[in-house]
């Protein structure tokens, strides 16, 4: 295999687990409702996968394990996502607000600020911010423990 073979390789293997982490956040309730598989159909065009691989990951996505981000800002981008999908059925529940906490420590964000990353990305995405300003005002919430 070829370096570059291998480092896409490794991206899609990352994609996948991301895709499975955000099918979790959706199965907390025990259900992918109408709007959940719309958000889900969305992400896996945006992350390259297959029918096969989406079929597969929904039937099992604990198979998959999370392939923690490089960097910081591979994890904003993946809270982002995850958090979207708390909104794809319109109100999230607490089990996903919980369930959300414990990403955010598997992607690599502090354990002393969860809560105050946790409520900032749903502040953020309940009111439709971009990723650019969820970006920095994740960043501004972290600001603390980085400088």
Do not use: C, W
């Not at 959706?26 to 992918?32: E, W, Y």
């Not at 958000?39 to 923690?68: C, G, Q």
């Not at 900032?120 to 423990?145: C, G, P, R, Y």
């Amino acid at each position: 295999m070829s370096i570059i073979n291998a480092f896409t390789h490794g991206d899609h293997q990352k994609n996948l687990g991301h895709f499975a982490s955000i099918v979790k956040m959706a199965l907390v309730d025990g259900v992918i409702t109408e709007g959940e598989e719309k958000f889900l159909k969305r992400k896996a065009r945006s992350l390259n996968m297959t029918d096969e691989e989406v079929k597969e990951i929904l039937k099992n996505p604990d198979k998959y394990p999370i392939n923690p981000p490089v960097g910081y800002d591979e994890s904003i981008t993946r809270l982002y996502r995850l958090t979207q999908m708390l909104y794809a059925d319109d109100t999230p529940s607490k089990e996903e607000v919980n369930f959300l906490k414990r990403i955010i420590v598997g992607l690599g964000f502090p354990v002393k600020n969860i809560d105050k990353v946790a409520s900032e990305a749903v502040h953020l995405v309940m009111n439709n911010n971009d990723l650019d300003d969820f970006a920095e005002a994740i960043k501004t919430v972290n600001s603390d423990l980085y400088e």
